[in-house]
């Protein structure tokens, strides 16, 4: 660690949720396939998004590259859910629900509700 993200053998190692110059998520496959492939070239084969879903085209980059994935809800933190009314735990089923009716693909092979 330097102090501006990981670095394996001199180069920044970061898959970044956010497209360039924005803070809102790349819809575009090939930005995440680019940015896979250079987490694959340094061997690794598993990533971890803490508190994410990442968008469709996230998954189907992994599922092309052979990337494992773990994915983990961004609403499930015990004392978070231990002072939730009953509207906001039937959104927290919703939600959950959704998510994982969304992204079916083959890459994920953990669902966590809380990673720690």
Partial sequence: MTGDGLRVTGDRLSVENAALGTRHAARDKQVYVQRLRLVKSYGFNFVRHHSAIMPPEYYEACDELGMLVS?????AYENFYRKAGPQALENYKREWAAAIEAAPQPSI???LVHGQ
């Fill in 109 to 111: 092979h953990l669902r």
């Fill in 71 to 75: 994915a983990e809800f961004p609403i």
